[in-house]
């Protein structure tokens, strides 16, 4: 399943960019149930980065650091699942399956005998999509990202913004102190992330090295 595509990573790309397809990580408020798309330090309308921790906006509440990782575990086992599915869809007739034809990636076509479609059957969840996922969710505990503005803004919060509606940005000095008073927290949470990193590489051999070379936490 090692994919071609996969290129280093490329430091002139912006978040916003690499990430554009990302799936947004959402964290449910464990005292009032509102989710809200967690998006790193940055200024939201939904939740606050505050120096106890994550603060709900909809009722003030403090998420526990607990509430937090198994969120973003379940976020992570989710994907990873997704990935290991394999569903792969033809690029032409758009027929679906999970099993790869005797004939390679040739298109199973409908009736499951690899003729009648000319198509090339492709991962629906490609290998490249899982390492930019994996990588978008260790972003958002970037901490010197987020002292920098380079964070990928909130999708949430793009749609409601207007004039009235204006989304203040934090400015420097709030957020160079959020930032240190979080760092410690924010690399626990990158560690549980790096732990699937780590599991991916060592499962499967030919993704080893796209994971191997990204992962941070080396032992
Ligand atoms: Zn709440
Ligand atoms: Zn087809």
């Known amino acids: 399943r090692a994919s071609a595509e996969l290129q280093p990573l490329d430091s002139t790309v912006s978040d916003s960019e690499r990430f554009r397809d990302c799936k947004p990580l959402f964290i449910s408020c464990t005292s009032c149930r509102a989710p809200f798309e967690f998006g790193g330090i940055q200024a939201s309308k939904r939740y606050q980065v505050t120096f106890s921790g994550v603060k709900c906006l909809s009722c003030q509440q403090v998420l526990s650091p607990l509430a937090i990782s198994s969120q973003l575990e379940h976020f992570l086992r989710h994907e990873i699942s997704t990935y290991y599915a394999g569903w792969l869809v033809c690029d032409d007739c758009g027929v679906k399956t999970r099993q790869v034809s005797v004939y390679g990636r040739r298109c199973i076509g409908k009736n499951g005998k690899a003729y009648g479609c000319k198509g090339i059957m492709r991962y629906i969840y490609p290998d490249k999509q899982l390492y930019n996922q994996l990588l ?6 970037d901490v010197d990202k987020a002292k920098k503005r380079l964070l990928k803004p909130l999708t949430a919060d793009l749609g409601v913004e207007d004039k009235e509606n204006k989304l203040v940005p934090m400015n420097q000095g709030e957020l160079d102190a959020l930032v240190e ?5 924010f690399k626990t949470y990158q560690m549980v992330i790096d732990k699937y990193l780590t599991e991916c590489g060592r499962r499967y051999v030919d993704m080893g090295g796209i994971f191997e070379f990204m992962s941070v936490f080396k032992r």
Do not use: T
Not at 136 to 141: G, V
Not at 181 to 185: A, H, L, T
């Open 181 to 185: 008073q979080n760092r410690e927290s």
């Open 136 to 141: 978008y969710a260790m972003s958002l505990f």
